[in-house]
Each structure stands twice: as C-alpha cells, then as structure tokens.
C-alpha cells in the first residue's frame, strides 16, 4: 500500500491549512457526506456534489443548523429518464455522458483544489480525472468498485461480441484513472490485488473501509413510533430496506412470506422503490401475500426508527455482484443492533464481514432453502438474535468513528486541517 506524497512548504514540512475540496458522490448515500461535513468541522472549505435517483435511500442534503459555513452542498442533476432506463446500457451510458457535462461545468465554476470522486461509473470518473489534470486540480479516485469489471461481467458475449471490445475500453477508462490520480482509495485490501493483476501496484493508493453513521443511527426499541404507526409494534419483522433491483432476485421474500404464512405474528417488510419493488408489490397483491408488505423509502429521519422495528434485518445481492464492495445498506444495518439475514455470495466482503464476526447467517442468492432455514433458526431463537446485534453493533462503534475516518482521508488526501481534531467535533 502506496500513500500519497503530502503538499510540502519549502522546509518540507507538511502545513496545516485548509484546502478547498470537492467531493462527489455519485450514488447520494449518507456516508460520505458525513464525511464532508466533519472535513469542514475540520476548517476545509467543502463543496459536496451529489446525484440523487428515485430508486436509492433518502439521504438530508439539507444543510441543518450544526453545519459549518464552509460547507456547500450541491444537487448535479441527473436525466429524469434514469430510473425508466437503467438497465439499458446504451441509454444509461448517455445519460451517464449528459451527466458528467453538467458535472465538469459545475467543478470548473467551483474551482476546488482537490476533487474526490467516488461511486461513480467510468463515463463519469475519466472525464473529470482529465479535465482535474487540465486545470491543476488534484484528483482522488475513491474506489467502491471498480465498473470495468461489472461492465465486462454483464456485457461479454451481447451484441455480437461487441460486448467484449466495451469491456476492454472500460478497464482501459479505469486503469488511465487510476495511473494519473493522487492516489486511489480502496474501500478494501482484496481491491489491492485487482490493481496488481492490472500492474498497477506502484501507483498511489491507500485503504480506507467504507462506514455509517454510529451518531445518526442509534439503536432503538422495537416498539417505537414508527412501527405503531404502521401496524408493526409487537409483531416479529423481516425487514428489508434499500435499493431492490430485479437482478437482486426479490422473490426471495415472496418465498419468505409463503414459508411464514402459518405464524400470524411475522410480517415480511420492504422498503424500496423502483422496478424490483414495483414487481415484487405486484406479485405479492396477485399472490394474496398479505404478510408481505412493500412499502417507498422513508424519510431519513425516521431511519433510526425503521430499523429499530425489524427483529431480523435481511439483504440480498446478485450472484455475480463484485466480491469486495459492501452495500451500504449492510453497514448501515451494523448500527442497529440487529442480527442480520443475508442472500449474498459468500466471497462478498459482507459476507464475510458477518460471518467473521458472527453477526448473522448468510446463504447464497440461489440457495432458497438455505435461505428459509436460517430465516425461521433466527424466527426461533431470541437469544442468538441478540447476541448477534450486539456483535453488529459493536463492530460499527468500533470501526465507524467519523474522526478516525477523517484522520485516514486527510492522510490519504495529502492534506492537514487548520483546526485540531479534537476541537473539529
């Protein structure tokens, strides 16, 4: 692991000023404006640029009293069309191309010194690395995944083998990034070994684990306002709460619900939007699924609450979905102090992050009985779901603290905060 050289003063020594920074987030998720905002507790001057779609978590982009002035926050719009079209690869991708123009203007009127970029695909990331190296504007690559590889895995084989040829300029688009930024943040250290088998190794990079927000997600009681609004107070709940794309194989909780119908004291509950909840919702009201609720994303104030409802928090993720990302849904699910129920591959690094450390019980997406069997040994053992949440809780009081998070990004960053990280808070 590689970490980028610092700016140095003329007695090389590394000055703690504040630095005018761009963060772009292309997913809209809480994490990493959490992040923005504590950078300008710090004394940075931040700009946050986000994309927020229909289909993903409501996320406050509302600056709230608390914030410091230093902080702006920016909405980049995207093509409305997106949610209709994005498992079209054609219109997606220019889409993605209408999206980065707006970008790159909004980054040449902000004019920041540095400019982190993260969740983004490659039609977005190359042309704002390139256009940061025209203007002087250093440039950070935070890698969740990387989307050469996701293209390359869906696209290989269509349209008459021109699947493959895209593949290919995609992980040239991803390695030209990853050459030319300041430094490239993995989100895990099995992503070091992708940059090895590109022979990337000597290009800067560091390692720093995606989080959430342990301050803004406290655990709470299963009886709260929220599931008494909603029916759910001293019932037992399998909930889900995130994006639900088809390819996440959402029968999955039709199953589930069909399995739990003879105990009149569980509810199956989804919270999602877009067409894998639109389906599901369809199957369920054709299927008689009357356990089976599926309800629009929250407001994100209420998210604390939400998740307190559930007794077993659930998640499911392609089969082919990359090895080492994490949704962000699962870390979020840590803070709850749930224990956790998960059809996702068992090389993910979720999976093994829950596995390891005993968190839950995983199954693989095809593994339907495998699936059920660990959703009723959970249904049936109350002393095992606590245990598991505390262990889920625990490990996010222990890896998610937004300070410590911050030292690794400035280090990983190259800069220094003008006010002592003591005092940011």
Request: proline fraction near 6%; glycine fraction near 8%; aromatic fraction near 10%.
């Amino acid at each position: 692991m590689t970490a980028p050289a610092p700016d140095l003063d003329c007695e090389g020594l590394r000055p703690a000023v504040a630095t005018r920074l761009l963060v772009h987030d292309y997913g809209g998720f809480a994490f990493p404006l959490e992040l923005s905002r504590e950078l300008a507790r710090r004394g940075h001057h931040v700009v946050h640029a986000y994309v927020s779609f229909l289909s993903t978590p409501r996320v406050d982009f509302a600056k709230g009293p608390d914030d410091p002035p230093n902080l702006e926050i920016q909405l980049i719009p995207m093509n409305p069309a997106y949610g209709r079209n994005k498992y079209s690869f054609p219109r997606r991708f220019f889409m993605n191309l209408g999206y980065a123009v707006r970008l790159l203007k909004f980054v040449l009127k902000s004019r920041p010194r540095l400019v982190l970029s993260g969740n983004a695909p490659s039609e977005v990331q190359l042309p704002l690395c390139m256009l940061c190296r025209v203007r002087g504007f250093a440039f950070v690559n935070w890698v969740q995944d990387f989307f050469s590889i996701a293209v390359t895995r869906h696209i290989t084989g269509k349209w008459w083998g021109a699947g493959s040829m895209i593949g290919l300029i995609y992980g040239a688009a991803d390695r030209w990034v990853v050459e030319r930024s300041r430094n490239s943040i993995l989100i895990s250290d099995h992503f070091v070994r992708v940059l090895d088998h590109w022979n990337q190794s000597h290009a800067p990079q560091s390692v720093i684990p995606n989080w959430a927000s342990v301050e803004k997600l406290p655990a709470g009681s299963r009886d709260n306002a929220w599931a008494a609004r909603h029916g759910l107070a001293g019932r037992f709940v399998f909930l889900y709460s995130g994006t639900l794309g088809l390819k996440h194989n959402p029968s999955l909780f039709l199953d589930l619900a069909k399995r739990f119908e003879p105990h009149k004291d569980v509810d199956v509950v989804v919270i999602s939007e877009g067409a894998g909840a639109d389906w599901l919702a369809d199957k369920a009201q054709a299927l008689n699924r009357k356990n089976l609720r599926v309800m629009p994303f929250q407001a994100a104030s209420e998210l604390p609450d939400v998740l307190a409802s559930a007794d077993v928090l659930t998640a499911v993720l392609e089969k082919d979905a990359g090895q080492f990302s994490v949704p962000s849904k699962v870390l979020t699910y840590f803070c709850a102090q749930r224990a956790i129920l998960l059809a996702v591959p068992v090389d993910n690094l979720a999976s093994r992050i829950v596995l390891d450390n005993q968190m839950g019980l995983v199954s693989e997406p095809g593994d339907t009985e495998g699936f059920i069997e660990n959703a009723f040994r959970l249904y049936a053992d109350g002393h095992l779901r606590d245990e598991m949440g505390a262990r889920a809780r625990r490990y996010a009081e222990d890896n998610f603290d937004i300070g410590t998070v911050a030292d690794k990004f400035e280090h990983a960053l190259g800069i220094s905060s003008p006010v002592p990280a003591e005092r940011a808070g």
